[in-house]
């Protein structure tokens, strides 16, 4: 596509890989940089797990299991079942083909690779040509604080099914975490025409890259449009627990909400058609279409309309 400028889009998991392969269907490589959320990262058998950047890997290199709605395609499943039969903890679904991924991270940070340079390394891998970054080198983990407790966040999700009330929730490190060195350069490059927000969880996968330190700041001081996709439609979260945790949270589970929650961030939110009819007070624009990417065509559309409000 003729797009005049670089985009970055801050993206978490499957919402916003969604997303992500649709711009990267239009964009040329050199055009698009994806900032993927690390807050999820886990260690789980003395491997580096990295659900965000995986689920972002599987879906752009084409193999991802779109049903499930996580992991990979053709997956099997023999040294999960053998983990099983040892007694092991089984709450975290460690597929065979998954496991190499983190098994060759593990290998490539263990030889000195930083987080940036195993994950290209491992996109190459997959022939992502496209440019997809983690937020941070540095570890940062996401802590929900809930009626049980502290839960890191793979517990909270997947351990405990998202079930215990949420009061709060935290970055553990981030204080001390810098934005990776892509992330930084395309924060620094005169070349950047626009920022979108994907469709991702704002307060677990948006919320830890924006609360890298001097990155909502800058973001703010660079005056491009920063547009972002609202992630609830009709009341509601399409996958996951962001609709639940607005309410937990005593904030509106509305497109209102996710403007009030991005506030000055934005210039402009993208609303599903069908929440026309949803007051809203906002300061930023706020642009109707087809939010709900179903089929290939759907995430095509969507980037295209995302690109177009960018356009100077
Ligand atoms: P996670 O880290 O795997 O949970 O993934 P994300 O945070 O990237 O995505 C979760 C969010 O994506 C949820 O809040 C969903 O409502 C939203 N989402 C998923 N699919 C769609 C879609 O097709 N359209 C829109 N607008 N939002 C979506």
New binding site residues.
């Given amino acids: 596509m003729n797009f005049g400028g670089k985009v970055l889009a801050l993206?978490?998991?499957?919402?916003?890989?969604?997303l992500a392969l649709g711009l990267t269907e239009i964009l040329d490589p050199g055009q698009l940089r994806v900032v993927v959320?690390t807050g999820?990262d886990f260690t789980h058998f003395g491997l580096p797990i990295c659900?965000?950047l995986d689920?972002v890997m599987y879906t752009l290199g084409g193999v991802s299991n779109r049903q499930q709605?996580?992991g990979r395609e053709g997956e099997s499943w023999n040294c999960f079942d053998t983990l099983k039969d040892l007694g092991a903890e089984t709450w975290f679904q460690l597929g065979d083909r998954d496991l190499a991924v983190h098994l060759q991270r593990r290998a490539l940070l263990d030889a000195g690779y930083s987080l940036s340079e195993a994950t290209a390394t491992l996109y190459q891998g997959f022939d992502v040509r496209h440019d997809v970054v983690p937020m941070t080198d540095d570890p940062v983990a996401t802590i929900i604080e809930s009626a049980q407790g502290d839960l890191p966040f793979q517990h909270y999700?997947v351990r405990h099914r998202c079930q215990p009330a949420i009061t709060g929730y935290r970055f553990n490190g981030i204080e001390d975490a810098r934005p990776s060195p892509g992330f930084q350069a395309i924060l620094d490059d005169p070349a950047l025409a626009g920022i979108i927000v994907?469709?991702?969880?704002p307060f677990?996968?948006?919320s830890p890259i924006l609360s890298l330190p001097g990155v909502r700041e800058r973001i703010g001081k660079l005056g491009v449009p920063v547009i972002a996709?609202?992630?609830?439609?009709g009341g509601a979260?399409?996958?996951?627990p962001?609709?639940k945790m607005f309410r937990e949270l005593d904030l509106p589970v509305s497109n209102q909400g996710v403007a009030d929650f991005y506030g000055d961030l934005l210039s402009t939110l993208v609303v599903?058609d069908s929440d026309r009819s949803e007051p809203l007070n906002v300061s930023t624009q706020v642009y109707y279409c087809r939010?709900?990417?179903?089929s290939l065509a759907?995430k095509v559309a969507?980037a295209e309309a995302c690109l177009s409000i960018l356009k100077p």
């Fill in positions: 993206c978490g998991g499957v919402g916003g890989a969604k959320n999820d659900p965000d689920t709605g996580w999700f994907c469709p991702s969880n677990v996968s948006v996709v609202s992630p609830i439609v979260a399409i996958k996951g962001a609709a599903n939010t709900l990417m179903h759907d969507l």
